[in-house]
């Protein structure tokens, strides 16, 4: 049981070049999660998926994209990277039922810099 | 954004000394979470709270749900060095959690 895993770990490009962040788990979880975290900021909701087949923005969703694969994997795409999306991405999932004995796992991060 | 006001932002302790620190929002909240990051690593789940006035212990850690359900409070009991981290608080409102800015905790040997 690996829990919440995401690849790459660590990832450099330049300004206008696209990646996509990969992000599984392995809990059955039904909800998942993207985030961005920068200094001083905490972490930001990029944005999430309530179930299978299900996206919605978060907080801070311009300049991404996201595809709820199946059940167990939900990637993040950058289409044209900028500057400000250097930040560190964690991928997390949710265990339990919407607010009802609600638990959120998260994975190791992906470290971005966009040069 | 909307974020959770956590204090103390950092705090150097002695080796052995209790730790005290909360969240509070100008939010009510169904779920409190707290977190522990390591440098490097992501936030690992320290306690999770679900009922105003809920009391939780996990190990030296011991966690409560505020009443008012606007604020959660995280003590450290008896410090040592591998406390070391950044602790952060979550809560989560109707689809979506919101999180503290973290408190960073030194321990003094």
């Known amino acids: 049981n690996a829990g919440v895993t995401q690849t790459p770990k660590f990832q450099v490009l330049k300004t206008g070049q696209s990646m996509t962040l990969q992000c599984a788990q392995d809990m059955n979880h039904n909800s998942m999660y993207w985030y961005r975290q920068d200094p001083g900021m905490g972490l930001r909701l990029i944005y999430y998926?309530?179930?299978?087949?299900?996206?919605d923005k978060g907080e801070v969703p311009n300049g991404y994209n996201v595809s709820r694969l199946n059940k167990r994997e939900f990637s993040l795409r950058l289409e044209s990277a900028a500057p400000s999306q250097t930040s560190v991405y964690f991928c997390?999932?949710?265990?339990?039922?919407?607010?009802?004995?609600?638990?959120?796992?998260f994975g190791p991060g992906t470290r971005l810099l966009v040069l | 954004g909307q974020q959770l006001n956590q204090s103390p932002q950092s705090m150097f302790i002695q080796e052995g000394e209790d730790v005290s620190m909360n969240c509070t929002s100008s939010?009510?909240?169904?779920?409190w979470l707290w977190y522990k990051q390591e440098p490097g690593e992501g936030p690992v789940l320290l306690i999770a709270?679900?009922?105003?006035?809920e009391l939780t212990s996990n190990g030296r850690l011991t966690a409560q749900f505020g009443i008012t359900r606007k604020d959660s409070f995280l003590n450290i009991s008896a410090s040592i060095p591998s406390d070391v981290g950044i602790y952060f608080c979550?809560?989560?409102?109707?689809?979506?959690?919101?999180f503290g800015t973290g408190t960073r905790l030194k321990v003094l040997a």
């Open positions: 997390a999932s949710t265990r339990g039922l919407a607010g009802v004995q609600e638990t959120q796992y």
């Open positions: 998926s309530a179930s299978e087949g299900t996206t």
């Open positions: 979550a809560g989560r409102g109707t689809y979506k959690y919101i």
């Open positions: 709270l679900y009922k105003a006035g």
């Open positions: 939010s009510i909240f169904n779920t």
